[in-house]
């Protein structure tokens, strides 16, 4: 090997380590053959990545766009869009006082559905953690309804048994409790969607429970041995080994619960009875883009409302570092 290519193997390692400390590319060390296999790669990664690019673009960031900019026009699907500015929005807060129902109705659901789901699911997942045998039908039978509890065909069955005469009423009559037909109580109705909310607790139940098996059983021991009791050791050991879970199940939870509709639709027939009571944002969208034709102004409540969601998911993001703790945190 002659001087100068020593030289240049010796000086070049150096030279690339302070190259790549510099953030240049580390490509101008690659041979021309390298790039080339590097560039398709590459290229392979992208056809990989295409069907799921132009899913993303052409069903979700686009339409997303154009709905943005629906939002400030006056537009009825059969006639171009007509600019209006702000108009929509000003109506949605200061002329629409069934959109204020239907915000109020939807924050309650929320923001008491959401709650009583995740205690639910909490309590049945720390039931079968410390249960071995039939575990595994348990769990079966508590996810079945998360996976058909949207459906028209569960809605249409939920409507059935609330209805008057119906399962429901007639077991409440025969104990002495005559409330009558939940779906036509306006009273009632929003508890029992709340209830049908909280019969679909089985997805948050399984991560619940997968959360559970990761805590360490010393902890427990240690706990017990200093005395702890059991709320206590629910309080100083489950609830902070789980609370990574519990904010993955209460970010998750807060946003399918804003985008309920199946259910409320089926249940009140489209028309968000009674009085109004399940006529929650996306049962009022829905009304307003393709029974009355004013999607500039249907626009305008999903920006809204994805507005919301957003506030809420940075909320809960922000504060985090209060309750959330991590395996190797200090706090």
Same mark, same amino acid.
């Given at each position: ?11 070049? *390692? $150096? ?19 390298? *790039? ?14 295409? $069907? ?44 629409? $006082? ?16 959401? $709650? ?22 348990? *769990? ?18 939920? *409507? ?16 002495? @409790? ?10 009632? @109705? ?16 399984? @991560? ?6 990761? @805590? ?116």
């Amino acid at each position: 090997m002659s001087t100068t290519a020593t030289r240049v193997i010796v000086t070049d *390692r $150096p030279a690339k380590r302070r190259l790549l400390r510099s953030g240049r590319p580390e490509s101008k060390f690659q041979r021309p053959g390298q *790039r080339a296999r590097s560039r398709r790669e590459t290229a392979a990664g992208y056809a990989f990545l295409s $069907p799921w690019l132009i899913g993303f673009f052409g069903l979700t960031a686009i339409p997303m766009v154009y709905s943005l900019y629906l939002s400030f026009t006056k537009y009825n699907i059969f006639q171009p869009p007509k600019w209006t500015g702000l108009d929509n929005y000003i109506r949605l807060f200061t002329n629409d $006082p069934v959109f204020i129902q239907s915000a109020e109705i939807t924050l309650v659901y929320v923001f008491i559905g959401t $709650p009583i789901t995740m205690a639910a699911a909490l309590a049945v997942a720390m039931l079968l953690n410390f249960r071995d045998q039939g575990a595994g039908f348990f *769990r079966s039978a508590f996810y079945a309804p998360s996976l058909i509890g949207g459906s028209v065909s569960v809605a249409i069955v939920w *409507r059935a048994m609330f209805s008057t005469d119906g399962p429901v009423d007639n077991t409440l009559s025969f104990f002495g @409790i005559d409330i009558g037909g939940w779906i036509g109580n306006p009273a009632m @109705i929003l508890p029992m969607m709340i209830l049908l909310h909280v019969w679909q607790f089985g997805s948050t139940m399984v @991560i619940f429970l997968a959360g559970l098996k990761q @805590i360490p059983k010393e902890l427990y021991e240690a706990a017990e041995m200093d005395g702890a009791g059991a709320w206590r050791r629910f309080t100083a050991v489950t609830i902070p080994m789980l609370s990574p879970v519990i904010f993955f199940n209460l970010l998750l939870g807060l946003i399918g619960a804003f985008q309920v509709f199946t259910s409320a639709y089926i249940i009140s027939n489209g028309t968000g009875g009674p009085a109004g009571m399940t006529n929650f944002i996306t049962v009022y969208l829905y009304k307003r883009g393709f029974s009355d034709g004013q999607m500039g102004y249907a626009s305008a409540i999903a920006w809204v409302l994805l507005v919301v969601v957003a506030i809420i998911a940075f909320i809960l993001f922000r504060t985090q570092r209060s309750w959330v703790h991590y395996a190797g945190d200090d706090r």
